[in-house]
């Protein structure tokens, strides 16, 4: 009679050599996506602001009047224009490091870059040294007139005014970037999945959406507190209060021009996830700026990654 028990054990092996490969591949892809999370946040461990600190008082005197007299009141980045460049550098991570994994990850050709808030141009500069054409959107006048002065003449590189929550460009971009916790500045969030619904019309089918949040928590702890900011061309405080029951946060930029105010919402994982539901995005990874960059972990900060379906 033949003896059948070999063809069994054979098939028991192959299934368990297939189960292993794909262990092997999942282990793989973990391991690369984890790297790249910790070199996208690096950046941050390697330049720290030393020029930051936190007090219950006001410590810079050259501000006292300005913050005692209450004025004069200055539109958002108004007085923090001139000094953004060097606290923002000291505080960005590597965007484009991320977004070439992704690409290389998602097996997509990135050519269209829309940095969404975009500021001075710090991350549009870089974007446009690797991609054939960047966009920057931004609603301070004073922050794109810096940006426009940085990248003159740089081929490849444009800017627009516009709200991010209401733009309307009539294109679609391959990657679409709202970095430096500018989505906190919505309203509400019904704002949030309006304004989803407002990047993916302007993603094309595969696209990417990367951008970083402010949490509750870093509200919540740091409610009632003056952050003390010096760079080499003025010192500057931001004093914020938070209303847990409002969801809400008011912050006051005290610099030696005037007092900008800013409100903001905190935009949790849940949150994200519903308003990408509603728009047709799916969230692909949500880590914060940890020693051990986390899948899922929130923590003072999130960043995110999302992608609109291939047709």
């Not at 800017?159 to 391959?174: A, E, I, K, M, N």
């Not at 407002?198 to 990417?208: C, D, E, F, R, S």
């Not at 105010?261 to 990874?285: C, F, M, N, Y």
Request: proline letters at 4%.
């Amino acid at each position: 009679m033949a003896d059948r028990s070999w063809p069994a054990a054979g098939v028991k092996i192959y299934r368990l050599s297939r189960i292993g490969a794909t262990m092997l591949g999942y282990l793989r892809r973990a391991w690369t996506t984890w790297h790249a999370k910790s070199d996208f946040i690096a950046s941050i461990r390697r330049n720290p602001s030393h020029t930051l600190f936190y007090a219950a008082e006001l410590q810079f005197p050259e501000l006292q009047e300005v913050w005692e007299t209450g004025g004069p009141e200055l539109q958002p980045y108004e007085g923090l224009a001139s000094a953004w460049d060097e606290y923002g550098s000291c505080n960005q991570p590597d965007y484009l490091g991320l977004i070439k994994f992704l690409s290389d990850r998602h097996s997509i050709e990135l050519r269209s870059v829309l940095d969404l808030a975009c500021g001075t141009g710090l991350l549009t500069a870089r974007l446009v040294r690797s991609f054939n054409e960047v966009v920057g959107l931004d609603a301070s006048p004073r922050m794109l007139e810096v940006a426009r002065a940085r990248l003159d003449g740089c081929k490849g590189a444009s800017f627009v005014f516009g709200d991010f929550r209401t733009f309307s460009l009539g294109r679609q971009f391959d990657v679409i970037v709202c970095t430096f916790n500018s989505l906190n500045y919505l309203g509400d969030l019904n704002e949030l999945s309006g304004t989803f619904a407002v990047v993916a019309k302007h993603l094309t089918p595969g696209g990417i959406f990367v951008f970083d949040v402010t949490t509750e928590r870093s509200m919540r702890e740091r409610s009632g507190l003056y952050a003390h900011v010096t760079t080499n061309a003025f010192r500057f405080a931001l004093y914020s209060n938070y209303d847990r029951k409002q969801r809400k946060q008011i912050s006051r930029a005290i610099t030696p021009t005037g007092i900008e105010l800013h409100r903001r919402i905190p935009i949790s994982l849940q949150d994200v996830k519903t308003a990408a539901r509603e728009s047709g995005l799916r969230v692909e990874e949500c880590f914060s700026p940890s020693l051990i960059p986390v899948r899922w972990l929130e923590g003072y900060a999130s960043f995110f990654v999302l992608t609109k379906a291939p047709d």
